[in-house]
């Protein structure tokens, strides 16, 4: 017999329609197990038009049910673009060509329904035309898949239902409860993916978001075990409706994520090698140490390193990352790679990568300089490429991060001259740049203990030309540099001054008035340091007209800004005579003491500062002024609600000190100042203070000192001696006040 002969044949391929006819022989093909009918459609390669086949569409079932195919299990359809096969769910048909796709699933509604196809017969490659296109959820078409369609396959075909409406009609059918929540179904819904792009290399499949969404709403409303499943099924699943030509198939990023995070068994071989993830470290870093293209090329896979630590969305946080990066022993080669000169691209790439690995202020920083990562960067900041110079400039400011060691490295290995050349020869285009090495060079200047001067002093004539830069970023920049330059002994201000000029004073007294605060606040402490001088330095800020502006940044509501504003005038009422009635005369003392009674404590103390100083530099007319102004009633509330801090209970001291002594030399101004200490209280305070746990809150000489004032003000029978040390200071005070004759 012909069957008897014939070797063993379990597939048939179908590729034109007029092969269908070969139910007439069927019965001599009883084996067949899986029929693939192609060509359901094909896309014309010049026009991407799709052409229907329709004789295939109308007469497939029709020969499925002739024919006599007892072992038949699955039947695929497939349409071709090219050389590739694809399913229905892959393109768009024409709306004239619609009603042959409705007409091929309602035949096989009927047949299922008559019971004249296997009911576990599986589709492969089949659609509703409308899950392409929008709709209002009443596809006839799809209500009868769900409704007649064995309940086994009935996920098999894409509907263009929401999956409630779908579930809703499987839910009242027999059996259709236990099938939502079976298995079967589950890997069903695996198996509704899509194309996301394909060569002849690869293809990468991926999952829409209302798949994603269905099988987790399964996952929390079922018991299927996940880690139970096989992983050579879910990717058989996943792959069941994709014929690409390719031997290589990837899942897309979305896809991989889905199953990672609902916990199904999947090997990372399996993810996109161009998804930017941490699955795909190894790729990355086998591309870099072998310097070989077997995934992508060293280049590409430090850009993709770059890429991951820069973008990191995964649950590690950026610490973590580094960390793992670095245990794969690859910083040695990217530091070799700073090195090699006949490919920048590839220099430029692992520079990239050391910006993210040095931006964490952590070991691996240090593990970087051990590797000598800082010699050829600040070499790198003389290439003629345009981009690496930069680059090289961001990785070395990261590595100084506040790390004083890391800083004189830096500079030791002569960072400081092509920087400056850099800023010189690009101060007006390539402005990211300039930001990047004015925030490098600020970065090489700060920090405690402070860097050598005679290397960081070179940058002032730079720094003088940068306040006066247009863009914000540079000119804060540019006045932090000269802020660390500035904090200093009285020669390092000199030098500054020197190099500056009044033109470039002036532009910083300038800067305070800015509309920045960013550029307000450096500009501030840099002419804050500036007054912290000798005389003459202070004298300078003055009289470029600073005390108006920093009078107008005292009443800002920026309390970072207020606080040095008052500290710069502090450092000015430390001053000459002269100096001090400038402050007097623009109006400072009336806003500093209503900070001083009601502003936070951290402005109460600052404020206290520029009391105390004039009380102590002042003429007796300035001190006296400072009275009638009110200054005694607010300093001793101080006592009252910081007493735990001795700088400033000693403040306090001294300036009630220095104001009795001058009201003391006037019979009216000693009975002045006795009628608003008991006014206020002052006489019953001085004595609480007197008798705290001096432990806690005073120290021996303010004890001493408080003796004196209590003496001084009232008399000697007040005067409380808490310790040894306390009344051998305090009688050393009476002394130098009340000498023995």
């Given at each position: 017999?012909?069957?008897?002969?014939?070797?063993?044949?379990?597939?048939?391929?179908?590729?034109?329609?007029?092969?269908?006819?070969?139910?007439?022989?069927?019965?001599?093909?009883?084996?067949?197990?899986?029929?693939?009918?192609?060509?359901?459609?094909?896309?014309?390669?010049?026009?991407d038009?799709?052409?229907?086949?329709?004789?295939?569409?109308?007469?497939?079932?029709?020969?499925?049910?002739?024919?006599?195919?007892?072992?038949?299990?699955?039947?695929?359809?497939?349409?071709?673009?090219?050389?590739?096969?694809?399913?229905?769910?892959?393109?768009?048909?024409?709306?004239?060509?619609?009603?042959?796709?409705?007409?091929?699933?309602d035949?096989?509604?009927?047949?299922f329904?008559?019971?004249?196809?296997?009911?576990?017969?599986?589709?492969?490659?089949?659609?509703?035309?409308?899950?392409?296109?929008?709709?209002?959820?009443?596809?006839?078409?799809c209500?009868?898949?769900?409704?007649?369609?064995?309940?086994?396959?009935?996920?098999?075909?894409?509907?263009?239902?929401?999956?409630?409406?779908?579930?809703?009609?499987?839910?009242?059918?027999?059996?259709?409860?236990?099938?939502?929540?079976?298995?079967?179904?589950?890997?069903?819904?695996?198996?509704?993916?899509?194309?996301?792009?394909?060569?002849?290399?690869?293809?990468?499949?991926?999952?829409?978001?209302?798949?994603?969404?269905?099988?987790?709403?399964?996952?929390?409303?079922?018991?299927?075990?996940?880690?139970?499943?096989?992983?050579?099924?879910?990717?058989?699943?996943?792959?069941k409706?994709?014929?690409?030509?390719?031997?290589?198939?990837?899942?897309?990023?979305?896809?991989?994520?889905?199953?990672?995070?609902?916990?199904?068994?999947?090997?990372?071989?399996?993810?996109?090698?161009?998804d930017?993830?941490?699955?795909?470290?190894?790729?990355?870093?086998?591309?870099?140490?072998?310097?070989?293209?077997?995934?992508?090329?060293?280049?590409?896979?430090?850009?993709?390193?770059?890429?991951l630590?820069?973008?990191?969305?995964?649950?590690?946080?950026?610490?973590?990352?580094?960390?793992?990066?670095v245990?794969?022993?690859?910083?040695?080669?990217?530091v070799?790679?700073?090195?090699?000169?006949?490919?920048?691209?590839?220099?430029?790439?692992?520079v990239?990568?050391?910006?993210?690995?040095?931006?964490?202020?952590?070991?691996?920083?240090?593990?970087?300089?051990?590797?000598?990562?800082?010699?050829?960067?600040?070499?790198?900041?003389?290439?003629?490429?345009?981009?690496?110079?930069?680059?090289?400039?961001?990785?070395?400011?990261?590595?100084?991060g506040?790390?004083?060691?890391?800083?004189?490295?830096?500079?030791?290995?002569?960072?400081?001259?092509?920087?400056?050349?850099l800023?010189?020869?690009?101060?007006?285009?390539?402005?990211?740049?300039?930001?990047?090495?004015?925030?490098?060079?600020?970065?090489?200047?700060?920090?405690?203990?402070?860097?050598?001067?005679?290397?960081?002093?070179?940058s002032?004539?730079?720094?003088?030309?940068?306040?006066?830069?247009?863009?914000?970023?540079?000119?804060?920049?540019?006045?932090?540099?000269?802020?660390?330059?500035?904090?200093?002994?009285d020669?390092?201000?000199?030098?500054?001054?020197d190099?500056?000029?009044?033109?470039?004073?002036?532009?910083?007294?300038?800067?305070?008035?800015?509309?920045?605060?960013?550029?307000?606040?450096?500009a501030?402490?840099?002419?804050?340091?500036?007054?912290?001088?000798?005389?003459?330095?202070?004298?300078?800020?003055?009289?470029?007209?600073?005390?108006?502006?920093?009078?107008?940044?005292?009443?800002?509501?920026?309390?970072?800004?207020?606080?040095?504003?008052?500290?710069?005038?502090?450092?000015?009422?430390?001053?000459?005579?002269?100096?001090?009635?400038?402050?007097?005369?623009?109006?400072?003392?009336?806003?500093?003491?209503?900070?001083?009674?009601?502003?936070?404590?951290?402005?109460?103390?600052?404020?206290?500062?520029?009391?105390?100083?004039?009380?102590?530099?002042?003429?007796?007319?300035?001190v006296?002024?400072?009275?009638?102004?009110?200054?005694?009633?607010?300093?001793?509330?101080l006592?009252t609600?910081?007493?735990?801090d001795?700088?400033?209970?000693?403040?306090v001291?001294?300036?009630?000190?220095?104001?009795?002594?001058?009201?003391?030399?006037?019979?009216?101004?000693?009975?002045?100042?006795?009628?608003?200490?008991?006014?206020?209280?002052g006489?019953?305070?001085?004595?609480?203070?007197?008798?705290?746990?001096?432990?806690?809150?005073?120290?021996?000489?303010?004890?001493?000192?408080?003796?004196?004032?209590?003496?001084?003000?009232?008399?000697?029978?007040?005067?409380?001696?808490?310790?040894?040390?306390?009344?051998?200071?305090?009688?050393s005070?009476?002394?130098?006040?009340?000498?023995?004759?």
């Amino acid at each position: 017999m012909l069957h008897d002969a014939l070797p063993l044949v379990t597939t048939l391929h179908i590729e034109k329609s007029s092969q269908l006819r070969i139910g007439l022989v069927a019965k001599r093909l009883r084996d067949i197990r899986n029929i693939s009918i192609y060509n359901l459609f094909q896309i014309n390669s010049d026009t991407d038009d799709i052409i229907l086949d329709e004789d295939i569409a109308t007469q497939s079932v029709p020969f499925l049910i002739a024919s006599t195919f007892p072992q038949l299990e699955s039947v695929a359809f497939w349409g071709k673009c090219r050389d590739n096969l694809l399913p229905l769910n892959e393109v768009i048909i024409d709306d004239d060509q619609r009603g042959y796709i409705n007409n091929l699933l309602d035949s096989f509604s009927g047949a299922f329904s008559c019971r004249t196809l296997p009911q576990n017969l599986q589709i492969v490659g089949l659609s509703c035309p409308n899950t392409r296109v929008d709709t209002d959820g009443s596809c006839q078409t799809c209500k009868r898949i769900c409704s007649r369609f064995p309940l086994g396959i009935t996920g098999d075909v894409d509907l263009c239902l929401r999956f409630a409406t779908s579930n809703e009609i499987i839910n009242t059918r027999e059996g259709g409860k236990d099938y939502l929540h079976s298995e079967t179904r589950f890997m069903q819904l695996l198996g509704k993916s899509h194309v996301s792009s394909s060569n002849n290399d690869f293809c990468i499949i991926g999952h829409d978001y209302e798949v994603r969404n269905e099988l987790k709403s399964m996952l929390e409303s079922s018991e299927i075990n996940v880690t139970n499943l096989n992983p050579q099924d879910v990717v058989k699943a996943i792959k069941k409706r994709h014929p690409n030509n390719s031997s290589i198939y990837y899942l897309s990023g979305d896809s991989f994520d889905l199953l990672k995070s609902i916990g199904i068994p999947i090997s990372n071989v399996l993810i996109d090698p161009d998804d930017v993830r941490v699955e795909n470290l190894d790729r990355m870093v086998s591309s870099v140490m072998e310097e070989t293209d077997s995934f992508f090329s060293p280049v590409i896979g430090l850009k993709k390193i770059d890429d991951l630590l820069a973008n990191n969305d995964d649950t590690k946080t950026d610490k973590q990352m580094v960390q793992l990066i670095v245990e794969t022993g690859i910083l040695p080669k990217i530091v070799e790679f700073l090195s090699r000169d006949n490919n920048n691209e590839l220099q430029l790439a692992a520079v990239s990568v050391l910006i993210n690995v040095a931006s964490e202020k952590s070991k691996h920083v240090e593990e970087l300089v051990n590797l000598g990562a800082i010699p050829p960067l600040v070499r790198l900041l003389g290439s003629s490429h345009s981009k690496i110079p930069s680059s090289a400039a961001w990785a070395l400011s990261n590595i100084t991060g506040g790390v004083p060691g890391f800083r004189d490295l830096v500079l030791q290995a002569g960072a400081m001259q092509p920087l400056l050349k850099l800023l010189e020869d690009h101060r007006t285009d390539y402005l990211n740049s300039v930001r990047t090495y004015v925030w490098t060079l600020s970065n090489i200047c700060r920090g405690k203990p402070k860097p050598d001067f005679n290397l960081v002093r070179l940058s002032l004539p730079t720094l003088n030309e940068l306040i006066h830069h247009q863009d914000e970023e540079v000119v804060t920049d540019a006045c932090w540099s000269l802020s660390f330059l500035t904090s200093g002994p009285d020669e390092h201000i000199q030098a500054a001054i020197d190099v500056l000029g009044k033109t470039g004073v002036c532009r910083l007294v300038e800067l305070l008035d800015h509309s920045s605060k960013d550029v307000q606040l450096s500009a501030l402490k840099t002419v804050g340091n500036i007054v912290s001088g000798e005389e003459g330095q202070t004298q300078i800020i003055i009289d470029n007209g600073a005390l108006p502006s920093l009078l107008t940044l005292v009443s800002r509501s920026n309390e970072t800004i207020g606080l040095d504003a008052i500290w710069a005038i502090s450092n000015i009422a430390a001053g000459t005579v002269e100096q001090i009635q400038a402050v007097i005369d623009i109006g400072v003392y009336p806003k500093v003491l209503s900070l001083l009674k009601e502003g936070c404590l951290a402005m109460r103390r600052e404020a206290a500062w520029v009391v105390t100083n004039a009380t102590q530099n002042g003429s007796s007319e300035q001190v006296k002024y400072l009275m009638k102004q009110g200054c005694i009633p607010p300093l001793l509330d101080l006592l009252t609600v910081m007493q735990d801090d001795t700088e400033l209970v000693r403040l306090v001291l001294e300036a009630l000190e220095n104001v009795s002594q001058v009201s003391t030399k006037d019979t009216d101004g000693e009975s002045h100042i006795k009628s608003i200490l008991d006014a206020n209280n002052g006489r019953s305070m001085l004595q609480d203070l007197q008798h705290h746990d001096n432990g806690k809150y005073l120290s021996s000489s303010n004890s001493a000192l408080l003796n004196y004032l209590l003496m001084l003000i009232y008399d000697y029978s007040f005067l409380y001696f808490e310790t040894d040390i306390v009344r051998k200071r305090s009688t050393s005070i009476l002394e130098m006040h009340f000498p023995s004759e």
